[in-house]
């Protein structure tokens, strides 16, 4: 007798064990319209976040929080002033001669494809 229940709390061991692995197999492959557009959120906010440390700016600021919001601030009450159209201009032009200076040195050390998207 057991014996027979210790195979038996085995089996349900080893059952839960294969239900479990099965259910976080579908949690990483669940497709549902609200999942996929989480994602889609998530992986946008590190890629902005990628071009703040790539700036420089996390290391100038000491990782200051207050102190990168308040520069995003300023950078989004300049957009909404009379200057917006200049400023955005001279914004494109230096960060798109930032961002081909990347790809270069990029492609010259790593020949595995660019490292920032375009």
Do not use: Y
């Not at 061991?13 to 949690?27: D, F, I, T």
């Not at 492959?29 to 700036?55: P, S, Y």
């Not at 200049?86 to 798109?96: P, T």
């Amino acid at each position: 007798m057991r014996q027979q229940l210790t195979a038996t709390r085995t089996a349900l061991l080893r059952n839960r064990g294969a239900r479990n692995r099965h259910q976080a197999a579908k949690a990483r492959h669940d497709m549902r319209a609200w999942q996929v557009e989480r994602r889609k959120r998530t992986r946008h906010l590190i890629e902005l976040g990628g071009l703040v440390v790539k700036a420089g700016i996390v290391n100038l600021t000491g990782d200051d929080r207050a102190t990168i919001f308040g520069a995003l601030l300023w950078c989004a009450d300049k957009l909404q002033s009379d200057q917006g159209q200049q400023s955005r201009a001279l914004w494109v032009a230096k960060g798109k001669q930032a961002l081909e200076a990347a790809l270069v040195a990029h492609s010259k050390t790593d020949s595995t494809g660019p490292a920032v998207r375009r």
